[in-house]
């Protein structure tokens, strides 16, 4: 079945620095989606359109193109932590076939 | 705006013992309903794919026996796991979408499962 990779699989920052998340799939598509899920569990949303501002979090992008989508946090908060997951949409039967996820922490 | 509420947020059984979650959709027609397990450490695995007035998909390691599903109108969903053992634990996620509008899924607040 089609596949999701994530890197890294985790990532330590000074809060201020920017970081890039990258996600690779084993079919060409756009249809894809990030989501931030905060220690706790709840995941939420970050984008639903390429290269369109996600709601909810203002310093972040997601620039997706073929087989590859990355997500760049910007200004990087203690807040950001969590892990990010990127999730390829099979359109044709509306099944998510999420990535490893991208564990980030981000020290004051 | 779309929303899903999940319950319950967190629980406990007994080895051998069953448990229930369910799912509620807000502000939108849940066509399809989607269940995941979050093993601890891991990413999140389908278990499901559940359409209205189609029969449940069950991915491979998922049986209906282990994980019954129901999903009998457009605002509800739920999910039995049943003689919960030691590897049932983790976080179980439902997610919902209108199909029809060929919308995003909404995801739930997750039920974390302790087996005890």
């Known amino acids: 079945g089609q596949q999701v990779q994530q890197s890294p699989a985790s990532l330590v920052l000074q809060e201020g620095e920017n970081a890039e998340l990258q996600c690779s799939f084993s079919?060409?598509?756009?249809?894809v989606q990030w989501f931030y899920q905060r220690p706790g569990g709840r995941l939420i949303g970050l984008s639903y359109?390429?290269g369109m501002k996600p709601t909810g979090k203002q310093t972040s992008s997601t620039v997706t193109k073929g087989r590859h989508s990355s997500l760049t946090i910007s200004s990087s908060q203690t807040t950001d932590s969590g892990t990010y997951f990127c999730?390829?949409?099979?359109?044709?039967?509306?099944?998510?076939?999420f990535g490893g996820g991208t564990r980030l922490t981000v020290r004051p | 705006g779309a929303l899903v509420y999940q319950y319950p947020r967190r629980t406990i059984c007994k080895s051998g013992t069953s448990m229930r979650m369910e799912c509620q959709a807000v502000?939108?027609?849940?066509?399809?309903v989607a269940w995941y397990r979050q093993s601890p450490q891991k990413t999140f695995e389908l278990i499901a794919l559940?359409?209205?007035?189609?029969?449940?998909?069950?991915e491979q390691n998922f049986t209906q026996e282990k994980f019954p599903i129901s999903h009998p109108n457009l605002s509800f969903s739920s999910m039995t796991v049943l003689n919960a053992y030691l590897e049932d634990r983790g976080l179980y996620l439902c997610?919902?979408?209108?199909?029809?509008?060929?919308?995003?899924?909404?995801f739930g607040s997750g039920t974390r499962l302790l087996v005890i």
């Open positions: 999730v390829l949409n099979n359109n044709a039967g509306a099944k998510l076939t």
């Open positions: 079919i060409s598509t756009n249809q």
């Open positions: 359109i390429p």
């Open positions: 502000g939108f027609q849940a066509t399809s």
């Open positions: 559940s359409t209205v007035n189609s029969a449940i998909k069950y």
């Open positions: 997610g919902a979408r209108d199909q029809t509008s060929n919308s995003d899924y909404t």
